[in-house]
């Protein structure tokens, strides 16, 4: 029976996991499209689904928000920036009034797409009607950071951080290749099974942004053991590219292409340049290709209806 019980909760875990690029397309598309909802305030303290704590930020960003469920997209948008404005239209004693630097830090399980539960501490009153749109983070952030979970040489469970576009993958070199992470809900990428262990002292990593962008950097057995933030160490950063406005208080925010990009270190020297796998214009690729991201969004969601009923059927058969 405990055998039977350990099988349908590892078999069930796996089913969690998060295919790393699988929402790519999706949150591409939140940095064209302007998103309209409802703003509330939950007043942030620590912790949070992003496992964000402490929170790394640009010194630019005002306000932290709990990104709405459908649009969480098992949290590939932690950490990213939005841009939002508010026309002070709504109900409750603290409108919403003014445009603002917004960091995704959370999750608000009952809010609808569109929404934003903002943390202000204290907490504000009222739902306000509200607009955003995703922007790179703004300023001077340094390098990408780390941190890591219950980590060793025998296992390992990566957060990336301080990025100032979202991740898509992280791949940890074996040999002359690389193995891709899976993303967890809670803003990690751990090995499904295909990772050798045990890991060398030093480890060879690529992490990938949405449009593209790749960065190698290492990290060591010591830094994954300590559990705590620790700096790129080869000092690298996504850069903002041709086709993401790195918008500000105040700005429009919208992109323009996203053909070629430059990888910056964190004084912001150049130290790689490449094409994106984007050579045209954001708008004119999503307008190419309507209705990729809800059919990927369906596939997705059938899926995971599938999971959850090979689960169900697993512990019929075991338990009852």
């Known amino acids: 029976m405990n055998k039977n019980l350990i099988f349908l909760a ?69 950490g990213m920036c939005l841009q939002m404005t508010g026309d002070g239209t709504g109900l409750g004693l603290d409108p919403i009034n003014g445009t603002f630097v917004v960091y995704v830090n959370n999750l608000c399980p009952e809010c609808h797409t569109g929404d934003l539960d903002l943390g202000d501490v204290p907490p504000g009153d009222g739902r306000w009607n509200i607009q955003w749109k995703a922007i790179p983070c703004p300023g001077n952030i340094g390098n990408l950071q780390y941190m890591a979970q219950g980590s060793h040489e025998f296992y390992i469970k990566l957060q990336v951080r301080n990025h100032r576009i979202p991740v898509s993958e992280v791949h940890l070199k074996q040999g002359n290749s690389y193995v891709t992470l899976s993303r967890t809900e809670d803003n990690f990428f751990v090995s499904a099974g295909d990772v050798s262990f045990p890991l060398p002292d030093t480890i060879d990593i690529r992490v990938v942004a949405i449009d593209g962008q790749t960065v190698d950097d290492q990290v060591t057995i010591a830094n994954i053991k300590s559990g705590n933030p620790f700096n790129s160490a080869t000092g690298v950063q996504f850069s903002a590219g041709n086709g993401f406005s790195s918008g500000s208080s105040g700005s429009s925010g919208s992109p323009t292409s996203i053909s070629t990009f430059t990888t910056l270190d964190s004084s912001g020297s150049p130290l790689s340049s490449r094409t994106s796998v984007l050579d045209s214009p954001l708008s004119s690729f999503f307008s190419s290709s309507s209705g ?26 075991l338990f009852i």
Do not use: R
């Open 292 to 317: 990729s991201g809800s059919s990927s969004s369906a596939s997705v969601l059938a899926t995971n209806v599938g999971f959850l009923f090979l689960c169900s059927c697993l512990f019929s058969f």
């Open 10 to 78: 590892a078999f069930c875990l796996l089913a969690t996991l998060v295919s790393a690029a699988q929402y790519d397309d999706e949150i591409l598309a939140l940095f064209t499209q302007t998103q309209q909802g409802d703003g509330t305030y939950y007043g942030y303290t620590s912790g949070g689904s992003c496992t964000l704590d402490p929170t790394p930020k640009s010194g630019q960003v005002d306000k932290n928000a709990a990104m709405n469920a459908p649009q969480y997209y098992g949290s590939a948008v932690c």
